[in-house]
C-alpha cells in the first residue's frame, strides 16, 4: 500500500505491507458480524494511513476504529506480515487526542478502576466467580522457583485461579512466587492510547522483576503474558530499559509452556466432559494455537472441535465496556459453538474471556489450569 509523507517510520513500515488481498476479512470477527470495510482490518489501515498523511479524520473514523477488538486474528491470516495490532496503537495514540471530553473521561476512568486495587477490589467482592478452595500445598525446600504474574483484577474475581497453580506448581517441585496486585503489566493502559501510564509501569514490573533472578516467568492470563512478552518492542534498542526487557520477555511464558514440558502424572485430574475457548492473546497473540488443547487430549479430555475457535468472543479486554452490543452478540456466537458438544464444564486461558463467557453460561467457566488442581 503507497504512503505519502507519514511522520511514523514504523506506521510507514507496516501500512507499506498491505497488499490489499483481503485475506483478513474472512478472519475479521468485526467483518463477520457488520459486512462493512470499514469494520475490516484493511479498511482500519485506511483510515490510520488517512488520519496519518492528512491529520485529519472523522467521529465514524474513530468509532471504527474503536470497534476493532484487536484481536490479533487478521495477523495470524495475513501472508504479508502486516503488524497490524502495533499500527492500531499508533492510529488510536493520534485520534486521542482529538476525542470528545466525555470518551476522555470514561475511558480515564475505566482504566484507574480496573489497574488500582484499591477502588477494584470491593467490586471484585461483589462481581467475584469464584473463592479459593482446598489445602494449600507448601513446596519443599529444595523447589525451584517461578515468579507467577498474579494480575491486578485476576486475584479479586478468581483467587482460586493463582491458588491452583501454586499447588500444581509445588506437586511438581517448584514454588511460585506471586507478584503483587498493584503490579499491573499495563496492557489496559497501552490499549487505550494511555502510553506514558503503561511505559511507567513497565519500567516499574521490569526494574522489579528482574531482581527477582529465576529462570522462568509465568503467566496464567493470556492477555498479561502477551503484553509482558511484547516489553521488549516497545524500546528502542539504544534504550537503558531495553536489554532487561529483553531478558524478561525471553524468560515469560504462558502456563501451559511451562507444564507441557512437566510431568504431569502426580497430579490429580478432575474428570469432566469438556469445551475448550482458545484466547485470541493465546492463539493469535502468542502464536500458541492448539497448545493448551495438547495437554487437555494428553490428560484424557479430549475437548470436541469448536467451530470458528478462531474467532473472538467479545471480552478483548475492555472492549466488553465499550462496545457492549458488538461483544454481546459476540459472546452468544462463541457460546453456542462451545456448548454445541453439550460439555459439562466450559475452560479457558483468560480472566476476561472466563468471567465474560460465565455472563451468558448457565454451566461453570472455569481456567482450565483449575482441572489439574482437584
Not at 90 to 114: D, H, M, N, S
Not at 259 to 264: G, N, T
Not at 333 to 355: D, F, H, Q, R, W
Request: proline share 4%; aromatic share 6%; net charge positive.
Amino acid at each position: 500500500m503507497q504512503t505519502h509523507q507519514i511522520a511514523s517510520f514504523k506506521a510507514n513500515e507496516i501500512i507499506r505491507k498491505c497488499v490489499h488481498c483481503g485475506f483478513c476479512l474472512a478472519t475479521c470477527p468485526t467483518y463477520q458480524l457488520l459486512g462493512s470495510e470499514l469494520d475490516s482490518p484493511r479498511g482500519r489501515i485506511y483510515l490510520v494511513k488517512s488520519s496519518l498523511e492528512n491529520n485529519e479524520f472523522s467521529k465514524t473514523s474513530i468509532k471504527h476504529l474503536d470497534r476493532c477488538l484487536t484481536c490479533r486474528s487478521c495477523e495470524t491470516t495475513c501472508p504479508s506480515g502486516v503488524e497490524y495490532a502495533k499500527l492500531m496503537d499508533i492510529g488510536r495514540a493520534f485520534v486521542e487526542k482529538k476525542r470528545p471530553l466525555w470518551q476522555k473521561t470514561a475511558r480515564y476512568c475505566v482504566r484507574k478502576l480496573l489497574t488500582t486495587p484499591l477502588l477494584f477490589n470491593p467490586i471484585g467482592l461483589i462481581a467475584k466467580h469464584s473463592n479459593k478452595q482446598g489445602e494449600v500445598i507448601q513446596p519443599s525446600a529444595s523447589s525451584k522457583k517461578v515468579l507467577l504474574l498474579g494480575g491486578c483484577v485476576q486475584p479479586a474475581l478468581a483467587p482460586n485461579i493463582n491458588h491452583s497453580i501454586k499447588n500444581i506448581l509445588a506437586k511438581l517441585g517448584f514454588e511460585a512466587i506471586e507478584t503483587p496486585k498493584n503490579q499491573c503489566c499495563g496492557a489496559i493502559d497501552q490499549h487505550l492510547s494511555a502510553e506514558q501510564a503503561a511505559m511507567i509501569k513497565i519500567k516499574a514490573n521490569i526494574d522489579s522483576w528482574i531482581a527477582y533472578d529465576v529462570e522462568h516467568i509465568v503467566s496464567s492470563a493470556s492477555g498479561c503474558g502477551l503484553m509482558v512478552k511484547d516489553y521488549a518492542s516497545m524500546f528502542d534498542a539504544k534504550d537503558e530499559y531495553y536489554q532487561k526487557a529483553k531478558i524478561i520477555s525471553a524468560k515469560t511464558q504462558d502456563i501451559a509452556q511451562f507444564l507441557s514440558i512437566q510431568d504431569l502424572s502426580k497430579l490429580n485430574l478432575e474428570k469432566a466432559n469438556i469445551a475448550y475457548h482458545e484466547p485470541c492473546t493465546l492463539q493469535h497473540g502468542q502464536q500458541l494455537a492448539g497448545l493448551v488443547n495438547g495437554i487437555l487430549d494428553s490428560l484424557g479430555y479430549y475437548p470436541a472441535a469448536v467451530k470458528d475457535a478462531h474467532l473472538c468472543c467479545g471480552s478483548a479486554g475492555t472492549y466488553s465496556i465499550f462496545q457492549p452490543n458488538l461483544s454481546k452478540q459476540l459472546k452468544t456466537n462463541k457460546l453456542n459453538n462451545l456448548l454445541a458438544s453439550n460439555p459439562e464444564i466450559i475452560v479457558t486461558a483468560n480472566i476476561g474471556c472466563l468471567m465474560h463467557l460465565q455472563k451468558g453460561s448457565k454451566i461453570p467457566v472455569k481456567h482450565w489450569i483449575e482441572l489439574l488442581d482437584n
